[in-house]
């Protein structure tokens, strides 16, 4: 089995080639990634050359690079996580978004068009669906109501791929999953700011009341879903990935919850001007994966969050070099004049 994993670099896609590595040995992997600010070749350095895979540093939105890459390539599988991601980021400024989540995914599925790629799995977001009340889940079918332009984007490249699968015919299928943390996230995203901010001493600052809930899942069970869906789900169909409403916390909870097993004071938490369009919950049924493949997450989110933590303490060296860098002027920019 040959497979293309974009945005192998990153948090979610290097976390799936070292899933892959440890649990289909047996496919030949190469990864694209342009190693932008949130891309770190550190976190698949293990499994690149001698480890079996095949890196390629480039930009999906290069039509060049990428046609050459899959012509090349015989694959049965392209598994598409790369993506501009942050959604703070999408507000500061939404071209970037618009480029590598929309353009970059029409270059993905048009090559794959070209070149025979046999399955293309379009990895996306809950918050494509917007924002929910206190009660009630989105299904696959809910519509899509994006409230920021990450999400816009998102929601477009999601549309994009599901009308490339009608109109051509190609193989395709769309996943959705709710927020995911684990280890190597960077630490801009919620969970690893909080872990690395405590782990220094610092504020953490906290949008709003703090009481927006999110719906985790351990980046572990995401790529197992993802697996399963790339081996036995049918085309042409969205998947939602996520645990159900015990993995639903308010982040304020998190947050506590965080300080208590770094033994931090509260006095950390510093509330800020709540985000633009903040949506106030997340929620997604994934009945049909559970129906369909049988899957169900095994990483509780209390085990989970104790492990992750523990991961940032263990690589205080990896989280330091990059909140030494780049990040810390998008930091100031963001959090700096707010409060």
Known sequence: MKVLVTGGAGFIGSNFVRWI??????????????????????????????GGVRFVEGDICDRGIVNKLLAGGSFDYLFHFAAESHVDRSILGAAPFVQTNVVGTEVLL????????????????????????????????????PSSPYSASKAGSDLLALAFA??????????????????????????????????????????????????????????????????????????????????????????????????????????VT???GHDRRYSVDAARLRHELGWSPLVAFERGIVDTISWFQENRQWWERIKSGAYRDFYRQNYGSRG
């Open 274 to 276: 709540d985000r633009l």
């Open 110 to 145: 048009t090559a794959a068009r070209a070149n025979g790629v046999g399955r293309f799995i379009h990895v996306s977001t809950d918050e494509v669906y917007g924002s929910l009340g206190e009660t009630g889940s989105f299904t696959e079918e809910s519509p899509l109501m």
């Open 21 to 50: 590595a440890e649990h289909r040995p047996s496919w030949q992997v190469a990864v694209i990634d342009n190693l932008s600010y949130a891309g770190n070749f550190e976190n698949i350095a293990s499994c690149v050359g001698e």
């Open 166 to 271: 009608h109109t051509y015919g190609q193989d395709i299928i769309v996943t959705r999953c709710t927020n995911n943390y684990g280890p190597y996230q960077f630490p801009e995203k919620f969970i690893p700011l909080f872990v690395t901010n405590a782990l220094e001493e610092k504020e953490l600052p906290l949008y709003g009341d703090g009481l927006n809930v999110r719906s985790w899942i351990h980046v572990t069970d995401h790529c197992r879903a993802v697996a399963m869906i790339a081996e036995g789900g049918r085309s042409g169909t969205v998947y939602n990935i996520g645990g159900g409403l015990e993995f639903e916390k308010p982040n304020r909870e998190v947050a506590e919850l965080i300080l208590s097993h770094l033994g931090k004071d509260t006095s950390l938490i510093r509330y």
